[in-house]
């Protein structure tokens, strides 16, 4: 198999402070992968570190087989970068904003690249209007055009969807599989929002404290968990015991009027479940699918909310060290 990406042992250090911790994955040709985990697990130093911005304190990485250490510069010129950050100049118009993007990376084609992608995009009837009247929807379109103006073999995307309304992540979400699916460009994405990376990624990492503690396709990460639950709303007066002896039964708890039932498989023991219970005591029934969420509360005992770096701390010790 031919990979994009490859990183083997990759420590980064900020004096005392471990903010990458001996990671290692590697990134078919063509995939979109996933780094999935809370603020300051580690998500944006391993892309500076891919993309040449800052230099691993040891380990290994290598992106479309370059060197990021030792070939920064070829490295940038194979790949793009999008951010949660503002990248365009909202005084221009995507024709100006792809013009300075083309002759920063040196591509003497731009007018006929950018054409391309304008039209690509759906953009190309809007290119002379300025980018500040530009929706957020187009905006993103025009951000992933000015990132594939010089065609690059991998984008990075970090954080690209936060702050986005429903629709829009929706609309970048599809954009994301084209550049992959049809484009065949290896795409390495970042985030915090699970649903994010279920839907999107062949491969998913997850990482805190500088640590990838699994990695899988998705539906290998939930598997990891095993089991759905069951979730009845009952009557006052139920009787949870009765449940106790249904074929693949793990659970029961009940609390609140609902009963929570954790089962190998719903789609084998909810006939069974319910042949057992009297239904004129169930107001409801609802079966709950395993989610990265859960896996990331079994591998980490913390909700992905809960599990944040001490910033001050962070800081403090980043401060520390470039004092020397």
Not at 24 to 35: A, M, Y
Not at 73 to 102: C, H, P, Y
Not at 237 to 258: E, Q, T
């Amino acid at each position: 198999m031919e990979y994009s990406i490859e990183v083997e042992d990759l420590v980064k250090k900020y004096g005392d402070f471990v903010a990458l911790d001996s990671i290692s994955f590697k990134v078919p040709k063509g995939r979109i992968f996933g780094l999935l985990g809370p603020n300051g697990a580690g998500k944006t130093t391993t892309i500076k570190i891919l993309t040449g911005l800052i230099p691993p304190t040891s380990g290994k990485a290598l992106v479309s087989g370059l060197d990021v250490v030792r070939q920064p510069q070829e490295v940038k010129s194979r790949i793009g970068w999008i951010s949660s950050d503002v990248i365009l100049d909202d005084d221009l118009n995507a024709w100006e904003n792809l013009e300075i993007q083309g002759k920063l990376q040196g591509v003497r084609d731009w007018k006929e690249r950018a054409a391309e992608l304008l039209k690509y995009f759906d953009l190309f009837q809007y290119a002379k209007r300025p980018v500040g009247k530009y929706s957020t929807g187009m905006r993103k379109k025009l951000e992933i055009a000015s990132a594939l103006l010089h065609s690059p073999e991998v984008i990075f995307m970090d954080e690209p969807t936060i702050g986005l309304d429903v629709n829009t992540r929706s609309m970048l979400w599809s954009l994301i599989r084209t550049v992959s699916g049809e484009m065949g460009v290896t795409v390495f994405l970042t985030t915090h929002y699970m649903e994010e990376a279920d839907s999107l990624c062949s491969t998913v990492a997850i990482i805190t404290q500088g640590r990838i503690v699994a990695m899988g396709t998705p539906e290998e990460l939930k598997s990891r968990v095993g089991g759905d639950v069951v979730e009845l709303e009952v009557e006052e007066g139920f009787d949870p015991n009765v449940l106790k002896n249904v074929p693949g039964m793990v659970s029961v708890n009940m609390n609140d009027g609902k009963v929570r039932v954790k089962v190998n498989s719903a789609d084998r023991t909810v006939v069974d479940l319910l042949k057992s219970v009297n239904f004129s005591k169930v107001k409801s029934l609802k079966i709950e699918k395993p989610t990265l969420d859960t896996v990331f509360m079994e591998l980490t005992g913390k909700k992905l909310d809960d599990s944040e770096v001490d910033y001050r701390k962070f800081y403090m010790t980043i401060r520390r060290a470039r004092r020397g």
